[in-house]
């Protein structure tokens, strides 16, 4: 399942005006509630498949260059090593990192500088080493 | 406990200042960029006000002898811990044994070096600010030098989440004209006492600031301002941002380590709550002054609160989600 079609099945709650929804998948449990606190429903431990993406980690603006610096964090091709910074997330005055979780390449930026994002984009294509 | 590394000159330790001794010939001294100094406070959970290290020239580097998080604010200049980039007004946990190295400034001209729970010198006279004229506060009165050692009053390990950044002051709360930073200036006692071509240009004109600029004042260069008739005035009580006006017309604008008093003609006065622009103007630099009233100048005190309070609301937000 992927955040696209959470967000799919969201909109479509939203649409019907239905209170919530809850499926069952092997290794996936979902629980969709309109409407309620967001830290009434705990979230369970989920088994992420590995892409080759770097995602991000909150809502905010995505700064692939420091507001005071002229030089982007990374370039394709780059080589990129364990929590590296790549890039920041803007939340009104605050700068939050975007690191890379292990060494890879930089393959390509998919996100320009300056957008807003939501959680879990993939804003750059990485290739791990094998 | 730090260890300075560098033989860098002119570094010193800083809080907001030394308030209530004017009366007793002891001028405020203080961090030149008060906002920068409080966003560092604040990004280590420590009071706006603690003791920080303001360097000026650069480059500088120390040694962390024990573990202990640390943020560099202000000027953005190239910082590295142990060689990886560390990006400028962001705070983290520092380790034993590792080198924090800034080198020359890209923007701003004086970076901040604070410390979980702030630099741990003796408070003389109600601050930690370094005294130079008086030679006491700061660290035995005097800047700091390579083989020096400070600690910090909360080393170790903190409980906070770290690895964040603020925005710079300069990117948040910009003030330019034609380009150019831009401070807001009272008039004072005796401007109506300059003559209006030369008050018409002190608006108009770009000034330079000399290489005669430091903690103590700024000896700024343009269109000379020319009195209406030579005056001659009795010393009295100066405070940093005043700009006084001596024979020749170029002004000197006093900053954090001026002396209580004075006696040149008083043009205007940088607002306190545009100092710290000041603070962060590199020298050969050129600023422009904006006219303002009273009014606007307690306003513009209260926008740099509010972005203040808007940093803090946004960490504890962030200190929260993380824990969550």
Not at chain 2, 311 to 322: I, P
Request: proline share 7%.
């Amino acid at each position: 399942m992927t955040l696209e079609e959470i967000r799919q099945l969201a909109l479509w709650l939203k649409e019907h005006h239905l209170a919530g929804a809850e499926m069952s998948r092997p290794g996936v449990h979902l629980t969709l509630k309109r409407g309620a606190s967001a830290g009434a429903v705990a979230a369970p431990a989920v088994a992420v498949v590995e892409d080759q993406v770097l995602r991000t980690t909150g809502l905010g603006r995505l700064l692939l260059t420091h507001p005071q610096l002229d030089q982007p964090f990374v370039a394709v091709g780059d080589q990129l090593s364990a929590g590296q910074l790549v890039a920041l997330l803007q939340v009104g005055e605050l700068l939050l990192p975007l690191r890379a979780p292990r060494a890879a390449r930089v393959v390509d930026v998919r996100v320009p500088c300056g957008t807003t994002v939501g959680y879990g984009e993939a804003f750059l294509g990485v290739e791990y080493p094998a | 406990m730090i260890e300075i590394l560098s033989a860098t000159a002119l570094a010193t330790v800083q809080d907001f200042g030394r308030f209530g001794s004017l009366g007793y010939g002891v001028g405020t001294s203080g961090a030149m960029d008060h906002l920068a100094l409080a966003l560092g406070n604040l990004l280590l959970g420590n009071p706006e006000d603690a003791a920080a290290i303001e360097i000026p020239l650069f480059p500088f580097e120390v040694r962390l002898l024990q573990d202990c998080a640390f943020a560099v604010t202000g000027a953005a200049c190239d910082a590295t811990l142990d060689g990886q980039p560390l990006p400028p007004n962001w705070v983290c946990q520092g380790r034993e044994g590792q080198v924090l190295s800034l080198g020359y400034p890209t923007s701003g001209s004086r970076a901040y070096l604070c410390l979980a729970g702030g630099v741990d010198v003796p408070s003389v006279l109600g601050s930690r600010s370094t005294q130079l004229r008086g030679e006491f506060g700061g660290l035995d009165g005097r800047a700091l030098q390579q083989g020096d050692r400070l600690g910090a009053l909360h080393p170790g390990i903190s409980p906070l989440p770290l690895d964040v950044g603020v925005l710079a002051p300069g990117l948040a709360l910009p003030l330019q004209v034609d380009g150019v930073p831009a401070m807001r200036v009272l008039p004072a006692a005796e401007y109506e006492r300059f003559q209006e071509a030369s008050r018409a240009a002190f608006w108009a004109g770009e000034w330079k600031i000399t290489t005669q600029s430091n903690r103590y004042g700024y000896r700024m260069e343009g269109q000379p301002l020319l009195p209406i008739a030579p005056m001659e005035i009795r010393s009295h009580g100066i405070v940093p941002g005043v700009i006084q006006v001596p024979h020749g017309g170029q002004p000197i604008i006093q900053m954090r380590d001026a002396q209580p008093s004075g006696g040149y003609p008083k043009f205007g006065s940088v607002i306190e709550a545009d100092l710290w622009r000041l603070g962060q103007a590199p020298i050969g630099g050129k600023v422009r002054f904006i006219e303002c009233s009273y009014l606007e100048a307690v306003e513009a005190l209260e926008t740099n609160r509010a972005y203040l309070r808007e940093v803090s609301r946004l960490l504890e937000l962030h200190r929260e989600g993380v824990k969550a």
